[in-house]
């Protein structure tokens, strides 16, 4: 169900002839998810606990839906190069913690919603000095 979710494929004859230990710790190196959870991952006691962990990461991110993973950008770096402020049309910065393109010419933040910009100046944020 994840790979489906995810577009992604698996070798079944390779993962059938895997040993627990190395099926696992691989998929924890190679799973879609961000620093804290890979840490989480690392740090697990033991083989059980890290199994535990993975499988509750992976129905979570089931649960969510599809999108990005947690360490993938919400927005595309090559789209954001072609994105500028309505307003000045200058490039625009963008602040991935608060999810807003910044144009620091027209001291407006405007919001990303869902990884979609809203380039409206009526939704934009006036920045503070």
Not at 100 to 106: C, H, I, N, R
Request: contains cysteine; hydrophobic residues 45%; aromatic residues 4%.
């Amino acid at each position: 169900m994840f790979l489906e979710a995810n577009n992604m494929e698996a070798d079944w004859d390779g993962v059938s002839e895997a040993d627990n230990e190395t099926l696992v710790n691989t998929l924890s190196m190679m799973s879609p998810y961000g620093p804290a959870e890979k840490q989480a991952l690392l740090e697990a006691e033991d083989l059980k606990t890290r199994a535990e962990t993975l499988i509750a990461m992976t129905e979570i991110a089931l649960a969510l839906g599809p999108g990005p993973m947690p360490d993938q950008p919400l927005l595309d770096p090559k789209m954001l190069q072609l994105l500028v402020c309505p307003h000045t049309k200058y490039p625009l910065e963008y602040d991935e913690a608060a999810q807003e393109l910044v144009s620091l010419k027209a001291k407006l933040a405007y919001p990303v919603r869902d990884g979609v910009p809203i380039l409206l100046i009526s939704e934009a944020r006036p920045l503070e000095d």
